[in-house]
Every structure is written in structure tokens, then in C-alpha cells.
């Protein structure tokens, strides 16, 4: 059974202009697979992990398709069974943990309050829960930093207190919307390294949401590639990573520093990201694609299937031969 079944999720923004944020997004994820979102910002990935916790207020916020986490219905989820949702099924890793802790609790008090609000046990008991959670995330002197404030903490710290209060319920999906953007790059690597030794550990399915090519390998098994809020291609690692189909995709690893590439120009994508509320009616991303022509500019593409691959797109840069 997936773990995630989106299908033909959209989602609007309302306000002086309505932006599109998502646009018909189908991706299923599997019990125990682990699946990075790549993508420039303002593609739709962070929107795609939100909405997944329902955390955009109903007010100014369209949605439409389906959502199904562990075989429940996300969107029809209300009062007690979408808090215990959020947290004992799906739990998140924050991009900036340091917005994401109330600075007027201690660390320890947080992750004791989620563990309490979602297990029938004392404080004593969850107090030890917690610690030891922030003993399994490798955080030195774990009863110190238990009452420790969150500005107490060095960065590298407070993303792995985040990774703790994340797991202390024990949540089927974490969703990781860029968890080591703001850390030096020896402390990310340290990060990656513990969020796929918890995930092979406890077989949870993640979703990992990240602009880094690099960080996306080390940790997925598959990745999915967004751009203006859609899905252009999605695919094993490898494939991905050694044989990309989509122009987008072909431009994002060309744009990406590396040892190969060391002392020559760097190749950005040209253009821009398209304005969310005035979408082109084609391929959105056909006014930065050398590879456009007409029917680019007028149809939007449709997704190609094949296992557990996919691809829009009318002039791929290698061909993508649709299932039988």
C-alpha cells in the first residue's frame, strides 16, 4: 500500500490575485521509500509538504483533488482526528527551527507537551521519551539541553532538536522542507547522514524537500521535479541524476557546481519562474526552453507514465517511451 496518494491536488491562494501554488499534482509515495522534491524556490515544493499537514487556513486557500496518507482522507480530516494526525501520522522537519521553537519554552518542554498530547502518559514518562530522542539524534549532554531555550542552541543543534520533536511520536511520513539549508556544510552532511540512518532505522516514508542536488542523492531513493507548481519529471536517483529527460532538469544539474566542472562558466537557466497568478496556457516552462515551439507555448504537456517514472514534456532532451 502507498504511504501518499496525491491525486490531481491543486492549490490556490486567494487575496487581490489568485496564485496558483500547486497545479494538478499526482505522486504516490511507498511505505518506506524516501522521495526528494527538487526544484527553484516558489516551484510548489514547501506548498506540496504544507498542505500534506493542512496548515493553509480554509479562508483564503482553495483546494481541490485528493489526498490519502496511510489510507485516510487528509482533506476530510476535522477537530480531534486532524490533530493526531498531525504529528502521531505525519510529522515535520522545518526549514529554520530557530522560527519553528516558541522562544519562551525550554526544548525539552516542547517535545514532552507533543508527546503527551498524543500518548496517554505521564510527564515523567514522556519526559524520559524525549530524552531519549535527543539522545537518538546525537545531541551531547541531553539532559542539559533538555532545559535549554531554543536561542541557547547552536543551529546545528536546533535542527536536531527539530528532528526530535519531529519523531518523538513516532509518525508513519516526515516531510523535510530543506532541513540543512542554513547550516555550514560539514553540519549538513551530518544531518543527511542521521535523517536516512532514523529512516532506514524506523521505516518511516519521508518526503524531502531540498534545492541541492547533492543533499537530494545522498538521502532519496527517487526524485520528483517541480517547476511552477507541477511535476515536469520524477524518477529513480540515477536516472534522474546520470539521464535527465526534461529541459528543466537537464538545466538545474548543468547549473549545479562540481568537480567536473571546475574553472568553467557556470550554465544558469535562463529567464525566470513564471508569476503563480498569470500562468502561460502551455508548458510554463517553454519561455525559458530553447527546445520550444509553437505547441509549447499554446498546449500545456501531459504526463507520460512508465513504472515509476514520469515526464510533461513535448520535446524531451532523451525520449520517454510511454508504458503499453
Known amino acids: ?3 501518499v ?7 490556490a491562494f486567494c487575496g487581490n490575485r489568485t496564485a496558483s501554488a500547486l497545479n494538478q499534482v499526482s505522486l504516490e509515495l511507498g511505505e518506506g521509500e524516501v522521495l526528494g522534491l527538487l526544484g527553484e524556490s516558489g516551484s510548489g515544493k ?49 526549514q529554520e527551527p530557530g522560527l519553528a521553537f516558541d522562544p519562551v519554552y525550554t526544548i525539552g518542554q516542547q517535545i514532552t507537551e507533543a508527546i503527551r498530547v498524543h500518548e496517554a502518559i505521564d510527564e515523567q514518562a514522556a519526559r524520559r521519551q524525549a530524552l531519549h530522542m535527543l539522545d537518538r539524534v546525537q545531541i551531547p549532554q541531553a539532559e542539559r539541553r533538555y532545559d535549554a531555550y531554543p536561542n541557547e542552541l547552536s543551529g546545528g543543534m536546533r ?15 516526515l516531510l523535510a522542507d530543506e532541513p540543512t539549508t542554513a547550516l555550514d556544510a560539514s553540519v549538513q552532511i551530518q544531518i543527511l547522514l542521521l535523517l536516512r540512518e532514523l529512516q532506514q532505522e524506523t521505516g518511516m516514508s519521508v518526503i524531502f524537500v531540498t534545492h541541492d542536488i547533492g543533499a537530494a542523492v545522498e538521502v532519496a531513493d527517487r526524485i520528483a521535479v517541480m517547476y511552477a507548481g507541477r511535476i515536469v519529471e520524477q524518477g529513480p ?27 568553467k562558466p557556470l550554465l544558469a537557466v ?3 519562474p513564471p508569476d503563480l497568478a498569470c500562468l502561460p496556457p502551455g508548458c510554463s516552462f517553454a519561455p525559458r526552453c530553447a527546445s520550444a515551439d509553437e505547441q509549447c507555448h499554446r498546449e500545456r504537456p501531459p504526463v507520460l507514465n512508465r513504472g515509476n517514472e514520469s515526464l510533461a514534456c513535448f520535446h524531451p532532451v532523451l525520449p520517454f517511451p510511454e508504458a503499453a
Open 270 to 272: 535562463p529567464g525566470s
Open 46 to 94: 514547501s506548498v506540496t509538504l504544507r498542505t500534506l499537514l493542512r496548515l493553509y487556513p480554509e479562508r483564503n486557500t482553495r483546494i481541490s483533488g485528493h489526498i490519502r496518507v496511510d489510507g485516510r482522507d487528509v482533506l476530510a480530516l476535522k477537530g480531534r482526528d486532524l490533530e493526531l494526525y498531525r504529528g502521531g501520522t505525519v510529522s515535520m522537519v522545518f
Open 1 to 3: 500500500m502507498n504511504m
Open 5 to 11: 496518494s496525491l491525486q490531481d491536488l491543486t492549490v
Open 159 to 173: 535542527q536536531r532538536a527539530m528532528i526530535a520533536l519531529a519523531l518523538a511520536c513516532k509518525p508513519k511520513l
Open 237 to 263: 536517483v540515477a536516472q534522474i541524476v546520470h539521464q535527465p529527460r526534461h529541459p528543466y532538469t537537464a538545466g538545474l544539474l548543468a547549473s549545479s557546481v562540481g568537480m567536473e566542472n571546475r574553472g
